[in-house]
């Protein structure tokens, strides 16, 4: 018999995941088209500090040349390919848990943000297979515009 914190880890790890493609299927453009997508969503940490908030997105394997940032009436939408690398017909797989293929992540900058940001100085870079974008904070709203936001690092 497994012990009671096991089972209770297991069961947080799964209402984790849960919550996670709710939040994911609410936070969707097209919520029905996601469903038949073939997309993987990258994992990704937000926080705020003194300069802004800052977005962290693991994107271990992808091209900096194959990444697309875009700023667009308050969504932050990441867009890019990861490369897939075929496995050989004679190898017995064991275990595949890397996505390949297509990914999207649109955030919603005022959900994750009571601050205005500073659109015409949102700053990304790319090391390690981490992406890593600044919204600067505003002192006072600015109008909403669509931006391309170009990213510094790795090519």
């Not at 209770?8 to 088209?33: C, G, Y």
């Amino acid at each position: 018999m497994r012990p009671l914190k096991s089972l209770l880890t297991e069961f947080n790890n799964l209402d984790i995941e849960v919550r996670k493609l709710f939040a994911d299927f609410f936070s969707h453009e097209n919520p029905l088209l996601m469903v038949t997508e073939t997309h993987w969503r990258p994992n990704t940490d937000i926080y705020e500090t003194s300069r802004g908030t800052i977005i962290k997105i693991e994107l271990s394997g992808v091209k900096q040349k194959d990444i697309d940032i875009t700023y667009d009436r308050g969504k932050l939408i990441i867009r890019g390919r990861r490369s897939d690398y075929s496995i050989p017909d004679k190898v017995k797989c064991k275990q595949i848990e890397i996505h390949y293929g297509e990914f999207e992540r649109i955030i919603n900058i005022q959900k994750i943000s009571e601050k205005a940001i500073d659109i015409d100085n949102i700053k990304a870079t790319y090391k390690d297979g981490l992406l890593f974008i600044l919204l600067p904070h505003l002192k006072e709203a600015a109008p909403e515009k669509e931006l391309k936001i170009k990213i510094e690092g790795e090519k």
